[in-house]
């Protein structure tokens, strides 16, 4: 949603809701929303429920609904609704821009010139092991060759250890490094639960997902102040995304679904 009169109500007829759907605009006093309509069995709470816990649906609503909120975005600031939020019916959708019409103008002010940067920060014990562990042919084999075979697993499983410990470690102090150096041009943090299972990306852990409100015309300083920030840390990856609209700072606390 976003104030009525900008660039919202010209970029609607260009948008494509779920399962093609055009997008249309739901407009309360000075405040506009982007809607679609869907099948309202599949979006009851249990179809909703079933859509969610299957992967495929999941990745095609989360895309859908990036892709208008991004598109829309690219006009003029917008807060994104939190994904799949359903109302029974326009009527609704007004009733809803003119119960928080105050709370969500606030917001937009608020949120107006500034964009959201995620970072990342990854510890790969085994990235961190292979940078660690001697090349075969330096590896001093007359002194191995001393070791029984047992002492060489238990000796084998505590540099594991070590090496897990150490690279989580690093990944903390990079994580703590970053807070420091975004300090002065991040207006607001917003700490995410790290991402694991399939919706982690790339090797090893995620131990901190955190989003940051940057001013616009500091999204490039932002980027340089982070660059190479683990370069020479063996197992551990920073990953910098954005400038994305403001999802993790525009969600009204008081939203709900199916009113």
């Not at 940078?131 to 084998?156: F, K």
């Amino acid at each position: 949603m976003g104030r009525a009169g900008t660039a919202l109500e010209a970029s609607a007829p260009q948008l494509t809701g779920l399962r093609d759907g055009p997008v249309r605009t739901v407009t309360a006093g000075s405040l506009t929303a982007l809607v679609s309509s869907v099948p309202a069995d599949a979006f009851s709470a249990e179809g909703m429920k079933a859509q969610l816990e299957d992967l495929t649906e999941l990745e095609t609503i989360a895309r859908t609904h990036h892709a208008v909120v991004e598109a829309a975005w690219a006009g003029t600031m917008v807060l994104p609704m939190r994904l799949a939020t359903v109302y029974l019916d326009d009527a609704r959708v007004r009733a809803m821009l003119d119960e928080r019409g105050t709370e969500l103008d606030a917001l937009l002010s608020r949120l107006e010139g500034h964009a959201e940067l995620g970072v990342k920060v990854y510890a790969d014990a085994r990235a961190a092991a292979a940078a660690g562990s001697p090349a075969p042919a330096h590896r001093p084999d007359a002194a191995a060759s001393e070791v029984s075979p047992g002492r060489a697993y238990l000796q084998q499983r505590r540099a594991q250890r070590r090496t897990h410990r150490d690279a989580y470690r690093a990944a903390g102090v990079v994580a703590t490094d970053v807070r420091v150096r975004v300090a002065d041009m991040a207006q607001d943090m917003v700490a995410h639960r790290p991402q694991q299972g399939e919706l982690a990306s790339g090797a090893g852990e995620n131990i901190a997902n955190e989003a940051y409100l940057v001013p616009t015309d500091r999204v490039g300083e932002f980027h340089r102040a982070l660059k190479g920030l683990a370069d020479g840390v063996p197992g551990v990856r920073v990953e910098i995304t954005g400038p994305w609209a403001p999802y993790s700072f525009a969600t009204p606390p008081t939203e709900s679904t199916n009113p």
